[in-house]
């Protein structure tokens, strides 16, 4: 890929995706098109690029372009620390506010779902606090925009890193083993659904004031600041105001946006609404 193909490709993805293309990746995106190239008889990476603004299935190969491009490396019970806040502060907290509005509702997004181990870390999690029994309604939605790993969350089968650090006791109860595989359980998969669409949609997709938190971590590292804020503010536009939104422990939005504020737990930085 010569550098005028790789600022192309760069243009295409941060217009696209609001995906920043570090110079470094040059060399491993040319491999990975490579078998692309091929299967559409493409003879170079500018006339993939063309293909990809031009041709009458864009939006598919687009999807496909995805695919080759995003990271999605990802485990059950990510960033521990985070998930005990989770469990032990935010959901009481919620359950309490609920109670006294007289509601029994919850909605959990994890957005940049990957492959659905935060989702169903997240179900487990709600199952194990005892907070949410009886007639309460709980949904927890993950969203990707790529759609090769929304049908991987929905089929619930995993292996090897994916659960890497999960304790024995959540593989014996909310799996079943598959051979060297472990398929979740009917129990997490109805309080679990996924779809793809992409993040910069966030708000359309959700519609407004809807969601009670919103995990979107490791994901907005990848884009530019104007993607970031966009991403957020739709996050905004879903949340009740009394909602959460967890991020990565990289990700910041100071000098992004003031629609959110930081708020400090042990080990933990969750953010709400900013009260004007």
């Not at 169903?120 to 194990?128: D, G, I, K, P, R």
């Not at 919103?214 to 879903?238: P, Q, S």
Request: charged fraction near 25%; proline fraction near 3%.
């Amino acid at each position: 890929m010569n550098p005028e193909e790789f600022r192309l490709m760069q243009e295409f993805v941060n217009d696209r995706f609001g995906i920043i293309l570090d110079e470094s990746k040059s060399g491993s995106l040319a491999a990975k098109l490579a078998p692309r190239l091929q299967e559409l008889r493409l003879g170079t990476i500018s006339e993939y690029y063309y293909h990809l603004k031009f041709a009458t299935d864009n939006g598919a190969e687009s999807l496909n372009f995805i695919s080759l491009l995003t990271n999605n490396e990802t485990y059950f019970f990510r960033e521990e620390s985070q998930l005990k806040v989770f469990a032990e502060s935010i959901l009481p907290i919620l359950k309490e506010k609920r109670m006294k509005q007289k509601e029994r509702r919850i909605r959990i997004v994890s957005a940049g779902c990957s492959t659905g181990e935060e989702a169903y870390t997240l179900a487990m999690l709600l199952l194990e606090s005892g907070q949410f029994v009886w007639d309460w309604d709980v949904q927890i939605v993950g969203v990707d925009v790529d759609p090769a790993v929304v049908a991987k969350a929905e089929a619930g089968v995993y292996s090897g890193r994916s659960l890497s650090v999960t304790p024995q006791r959540y593989l014996e109860r909310y799996f079943r083993k598959e051979g060297d595989c472990y398929q979740v359980k009917e129990v997490l998969q109805k309080m679990t659904s996924f779809c793809q669409a992409n993040l910069l949609d966030f708000g359309d997709r959700f519609g407004e004031v809807s969601l009670d938190i919103i995990f979107c971590r490791n994901v907005l590292i990848y884009f530019n600041d104007t993607t970031v804020r966009k991403t957020v503010e739709g996050f905004a536009r879903t949340l009740r105001l009394d909602g959460y939104l967890f991020l990565g422990h990289s990700e910041s939005l100071i000098r992004i946006t003031r629609v959110f504020e930081p708020i400090r737990f042990p080990g933990a930085i969750i953010y709400k609404l900013r009260d004007e």
